[in-house]
């Protein structure tokens, strides 16, 4: 349990272990500013978004729906089978490298300000428990004090409110994946009906109770990957929160100091993971600018400068020249932005509602007999739109003689459905010349949509004899 006095970081442990090995839970204190505030509505318009997106319908479908069951997968009106998924290498490497630039150029700015993890905790959840237990000085002397029925009601009320946001946290979460229709039939109907979606739910609850509920700024500090990536993406030009040492220095009370930095810890107290900023950045820092509000303000009360503490490089906190393009933003730039043109080049030509795979059927390559040669194919049918697509098949550009099986026969799939059919080619002796390249046409209907396919069409060397 935490003590009723804070304690004082240092850069040889995590402030959040005591010297035991115990957990030290941190009260962060609250904090307003103009970053705070940033931070609020855009955690606000982010978890707006996340609530939206399965609603909002795009071509038919939710503009992000990962339709498990039907193996179909819907990104914003781009629909995508399981042999199209290649395509979303091309979106995360553009991603990813997008995320470079953006660390590289300002630092943790993703984890203070855009990571769900973070958004979910400052935003619902560290508000939820200021709200039922008041500020950081009252959370400390709750947590000292002795089980009663006060404190039960408190900490009953908070947990019970964490249950319920975890809950709807993944019932949303489960929407992206089974569409809100069938999410709402499945509440209506027993947990036993639909075992797996109840037990995902309530898996994510649990897990997201544990995480806000308990194991809050111990994922950042020890978990999260990306706090220890991040150092060998940034370097001193990177923009980070830091402290003005040669401004602040000596610190001390006011009016017995020549620093402007008075030492009264506000930046240490709003700090969500415990830290000081001014021993230098840390891994533990996620960006969130809470201490240069708390600073501000100190600043403006004592008729001081603002910006002792503030958003710059190293090499601007120590009066050196701010590079802006370097090699490594340079670098990331370019990688992010080749992966998200080729997604969007290979999402635009894997748009089309219709696709079509063609694969030779197991066993021989060829068959053969007095009168013609014969090559077996399969294809499969994918219909992406949420009505009935009929397809034909034609050769476009064999030889004369060849034909194509059931090439006058329409073959009808359901919405958002495949089938898969036979197709044989047949080339009669008399017009076989040996192995060639043919084109097969598919037409899909409605929106009278070409699909082409080349293929190889296999045979004996035209001097064998046939049998």
Not at 351 to 379: I, K
């Amino acid at each position: 349990m935490s003590s009723p006095v804070q304690k004082r970081p240092n850069l040889d442990s995590v402030t959040t272990i005591n010297q035991d090995g115990s957990r030290f839970f941190l009260h962060t204190a609250d904090v307003s500013g103009k970053w705070t505030t940033a931070r609020r509505i855009f955690g606000a318009f982010l978890i707006a978004i996340y609530i939206a997106l399965p609603w909002i319908p795009i071509n038919g479908n939710p503009a992000l729906f990962f339709d498990v069951e039907q193996r179909r997968f819907h990104v914003f009106g781009l629909t995508l089978v399981p042999q199209d998924l290649w395509v979303m290498f091309f979106g995360v490497t553009g991603l990813g490298f997008t995320l470079f630039f953006v660390t590289a150029l300002l630092g943790r700015l993703w984890c203070g300000w855009a990571c769900p993890y973070t958004v979910f905790l400052d935003h619902v959840f560290r508000r939820i428990e200021r709200w039922t237990e008041g500020d950081a000085v009252a959370r400390r002397k709750l947590d000292a004090a002795s089980w009663s029925a006060g404190k039960i009601a408190r900490r009953g009320t908070k947990h019970l409110l964490y249950a319920i946001c975890s809950a709807l946290i993944a019932h949303v979460f489960l929407s992206y994946f089974v569409s809100i229709p069938r999410l709402y039939e499945h509440m209506h109907e027993g947990p036993l009906a639909h075992a797996t979606s109840f037990g995902i739910v309530i898996f994510l609850t649990a897990s997201l109770w544990f995480c806000f509920g308990w194991f809050r700024e111990q994922f950042c500090v020890i978990m999260c990957p990306y706090g220890r990536l991040q150092s060998a993406l940034t370097d001193d030009d990177t923009v980070n929160v830091g402290y003005d040492e040669k401004r602040g220095e000596p610190r001390g009370s006011k009016g017995k100091v020549t620093g402007d930095c008075i030492d009264c810890r506000r930046c240490v107290n709003v700090c969500p993971t415990g830290i000081d900023i001014r021993n230098g950045l840390q891994l533990e820092c996620i960006g969130c600018a809470a201490c240069i509000d708390a600073c501000d303000d100190i600043m403006t009360k004592i008729g001081r400068p603002k910006g002792l503490v503030r958003y710059d490089s190293l090499n601007g906190l120590t009066g050196k020249k701010r590079r802006l393009i370097r090699p490594r933003v340079i670098a990331y730039t370019i990688l992010g932005a080749l992966g998200l043109i080729a997604f969007a080049i290979a999402g635009w030509r894997q748009a089309r509602p219709f696709t079509a795979d063609f694969t030779r059927m197991r066993g021989q390559p060829f068959y053969t007999d007095a009168t013609a040669v014969r090559n077996h194919y399969q294809v499969r049918f994918y219909n992406k739109r949420n009505q009935p697509a009929r397809f034909t098949l034609h050769l476009s550009n064999a030889p004369e003689g060849y034909t194509l099986s059931g090439a006058d026969t329409s073959i009808e799939v359901p919405p958002g459905g495949e089938i898969t059919r036979p197709a044989i080619v047949v080339a009669p002796t008399t017009a076989y010349r040996g192995a060639a390249d043919l084109e097969i046409e598919i037409h899909a209907e409605p929106g009278d949509v070409v699909l082409r396919h080349q293929m190889r069409f296999l045979g004996p060397e035209p001097s064998t004899p046939q049998p």
